[in-house]
């Protein structure tokens, strides 16, 4: 049988809340379509819902209470009554890392920290129970419940944390008090809210305010890593630890040859030797993996056994899983980078695309737009270009109004088609692809290319589309 995660004395203590009735959850949960048999269900209220409305919903679906701010809204059934529903799921999260004895990993970056985040998950899985960030599960609803769900039998806890303004980042890594912190990246993303990426460094920089005598692992390539490794002295990390190509990086990349299917690495940690391999497509692997191994390390890992188990790492959606779908006489080898973007990580991926070897077909990328640049915005989409060009990428279809200023200066014949949003251009992707293509899909999230993933991966949809029908 499960163990229980919260009870209603546990959570009534630490939320000072009312219990009512006595119950067990063996989990939380804020979305009744996610929601599992035996959660407590946390009814928030946002600017465009209320999740009191869906209590009866949690119920039916197995809820085994609710934490809510109305008792009505329980209808005599089990739960836990707040005020304010957000501070009693904080509360909960500062009782649950208040009881964990796990070593805990915090990872922010402007890209890559999904990734790596699910990477460090899977490594230090094997290895112990890993209580760690669903999904993308990094905003100021997401780590809060992230925490909360923290077991107290947890050996380690890994958790990420987002943000598109200054001053997001410090109450949130305030909950999760790591040992060891990680920005993976710095890139001119939300430039919306920023007026330099120096100022998106900064913020970035936020995740050491809770490190005081923890591991700072930072990216040794990017141009602000003195300001970083100042910035987490300054906090009270007692070690600053580096990684990247960087000739003085402690982990540092040698080489790493990029097949179909992944990456084989050679890398020195702290002058050793160190090879493994990555199961996953593009070149950017290399540099999660090497954050994901140094900051094994700065848990009390095995760091052998964590690069041995990078091969072993299953495909995440949205992040590079790769599909291959029959059509018409032949296949099309899909790679799923949907969920988000900006300009380093298409970059990236269509890097990725260019290493990618057609089998009879072509490079395809269905691309949409890069959301929150500001007024850097045009400047990005049309230096797409240069990106397409140089990896020979054949064709591209393009989602979004942004998207208007690569298809300015992007030759006609490698243009494949052109829409407003992703729904428009679906049926044109479908009727432009041809067997033999390797296809890349990448946006940000608010673009919603992952429908036209869901379109090409469903079979009925193929085989209509694949056929000319």
């Known amino acids: ?27 939380i949960s804020i979305d009744t379509r996610t929601l599992e048999t035996g959660d407590l269900f946390v009814a928030l209220a946002g600017p465009n819902f209320d999740g009191h409305d869906f209590v009866d919903t949690a119920f039916a679906a197995g809820a085994a209470s609710a934490l809510v701010s109305r008792e009505a809204s329980l209808n005599g059934r089990p739960g836990l009554v707040s005020t304010d529903t957000l501070d009693a799921m904080e509360k909960l999260a500062t009782a649950a890392r208040d009881r964990s004895r796990a070593k ?45 769900r923290l077991p107290a039998s947890a050996r380690f806890g890994v958790f990420e944390i987002g943000m598109n303004h200054p001053g997001e980042i410090t109450p949130l ?3 999760v008090r790591p040992h060891v912190a990680v920005i993976t990246a710095i890139a001119s993303a939300h430039r919306e809210f920023f007026d330099s990426v120096e100022d998106i460094a900064r913020a970035k920089g936020e995740i050491f305010s ?32 580096s990684f990247g190509r960087h000739a003085e990086a402690d982990m540092r990349l040698i080489e790493c040859l990029s097949d179909a299917t992944g990456n084989a690495i050679d890398a020195r940690w702290r002058g050793d030797a160190i090879s493994y391999r990555v199961d996953q497509p593009g070149v950017h692997w290399a540099y999660n993996s090497l954050a994901v191994l140094a900051t094994a390390d700065a848990l009390g890992a095995d760091m052998k056994k964590a690069a041995a188990d990078l091969a072993t790492l299953p495909a995440l959606p949205g992040r590079g899983a790769v599909h291959v779908i029959p059509w018409g006489d032949g296949t ?41 640049l500001g007024d850097t ?5 049309a230096g797409l270009k240069d990106h397409i060009e140089k990896n020979d990428i054949d064709a591209v279809f393009m989602a979004g109004p942004e998207m208007s200023a690569l298809a300015d200066v992007l030759d006609a014949d490698r243009i ?54």
């Open 1 to 27: 049988m499960t163990a229980p995660l919260w009870t209603s004395i546990d959570a009534a203590a630490a939320t000072g809340g009312t219990a009512i009735a006595e119950w067990a959850a063996t989990g």
């Open 104 to 148: 805990i990993a915090a990872i922010t970056g402007s890209v890559g920290k999904t990734g790596t985040k699910e990477a460090l998950a899977h490594v230090l899985s094997a290895q112990g129970k890993t209580g760690y960030s669903k999904s993308s599960l990094n905003n100021h609803w997401g780590v809060p419940l992230s925490v909360a």
């Open 173 to 175: 890594v305030g909950l």
């Open 210 to 241: 809770s490190l005081d005598g923890g591991t700072a692992i930072i990216n040794r390539d990017t141009e602000f890593f003195p300001l970083l490794a100042d910035m987490a002295q300054d906090a009270g990390a007692n070690d600053i630890v």
């Open 332 to 372: 099309i080898r899909l790679i799923d980078d949907s969920y988000n973007a900006n300009p380093e990580s298409m970059s990236a991926a269509l890097k990725t695309l260019g290493h990618m070897q057609p089998d009879g077909g072509r490079r395809v990328a269905i691309i949409g737009d890069m959301l929150e």
């Open 377 to 381: 915005s045009r400047t990005a989409h």
């Open 416 to 469: 494949g088609a052109t829409a407003d949003s992703a729904a428009a251009l679906l049926p044109a992707v479908l009727s432009g692809l041809r067997a033999g293509d390797v296809v890349t899909v990448k946006a940000s999230n608010g673009t919603g290319l992952g429908r036209i993933v869901a379109a090409l991966i469903d079979s009925e949809t193929v085989s209509h589309a694949a056929n000319g029908n």
